[in-house]
């Protein structure tokens, strides 16, 4: 399983490192794409993240997913992103996986990628969304695409991605390594 990450300055970091984290000790290859081209990114509260390479470097079809942790600015900066859209629109249409969390599917609607959906978002965001169903659930599974609330709820959101993604006993053996309730 290879996961693209897009990260661009602004990003929740909570919503960034523990998925990320909670993917690589699950055995994902996650490749963390810089949406600028910087090799640190600035996080929404002072965090800088190395990246593994530059967005427009990579091919999306090379990847089994992306991910787009939230973050009011760095959201702002995704949806300005053409680069980003596409990756979003090319890995849905090839039916990868599209995973997002906090104010970042917001991202996703904008690509037109939850119209048919039941999804969930950051309280207040879901006004931006265009979506089969908003739900208030932590965390939403509707086919290959799976939201999550926001930092409160990264923890869930990663383990279950792995539960969906890689099987429920692969998610229980990270949940025991870290002690998650």
């Given at each position: 399983m290879q996961i693209l990450v897009l990260l661009a300055d602004g990003f929740e970091e909570t919503e960034f490192v523990v998925p990320v984290d909670l993917w690589r000790r699950a055995g994902f290859k996650v490749t963390v794409a810089s949406l600028s081209g910087a090799d640190l990114v600035d996080g929404l509260h002072g965090i800088k993240i190395q990246a593994d390479v530059a967005l427009d470097k990579l091919e999306p079809t090379d990847f089994?997913?992306?991910?787009?942790?939230?973050?009011?600015?760095?959201?702002?900066?995704?949806?300005?992103?053409?680069?980003?859209?596409?990756?979003?629109?090319?890995?849905?249409?090839?039916?990868?996986?599209?995973?997002?969390?906090?104010?970042?599917?917001?991202?996703?609607?904008?690509?037109?990628?939850?119209?048919?959906?039941?999804?969930?978002?950051?309280?207040?965001c879901?006004?931006?969304?265009?979506?089969?169903?908003?739900?208030?659930?932590?965390?939403?599974?509707?086919?290959?695409?799976?939201?999550?609330?926001?930092?409160?709820?990264?923890?869930?959101?990663?383990?279950?991605?792995?539960?969906?993604?890689?099987?429920?006993e692969l998610a229980e053996k990270v949940k025991k390594q870290i002690v998650a309730r």
């Amino acid at each position: 399983m290879q996961i693209l990450v897009l990260l661009a300055d602004g990003f929740e970091e909570t919503e960034f490192v523990v998925p990320v984290d909670l993917w690589r000790r699950a055995g994902f290859k996650v490749t963390v794409a810089s949406l600028s081209g910087a090799d640190l990114v600035d996080g929404l509260h002072g965090i800088k993240i190395q990246a593994d390479v530059a967005l427009d470097k990579l091919e999306p079809t090379d990847f089994d997913g992306v991910f787009l942790p939230g973050g009011g600015v760095g959201v702002q900066n995704l949806k300005a992103s053409s680069a980003v859209e596409n990756t979003i629109c090319t890995l849905n249409d090839d039916n990868k996986w599209v995973l997002a969390i906090c104010a970042a599917p917001t991202v996703l609607s904008k690509a037109h990628v939850l119209v048919d959906r039941k999804v969930t978002c950051y309280p207040g965001c879901e006004v931006d969304l265009v979506c089969r169903k908003f739900s208030e659930e932590r965390v939403v599974v509707d086919g290959n695409v799976i939201t999550s609330r926001g930092p409160g709820s990264a923890e869930e959101f990663a383990l279950k991605c792995i539960a969906v993604i890689g099987g429920a006993e692969l998610a229980e053996k990270v949940k025991k390594q870290i002690v998650a309730r």
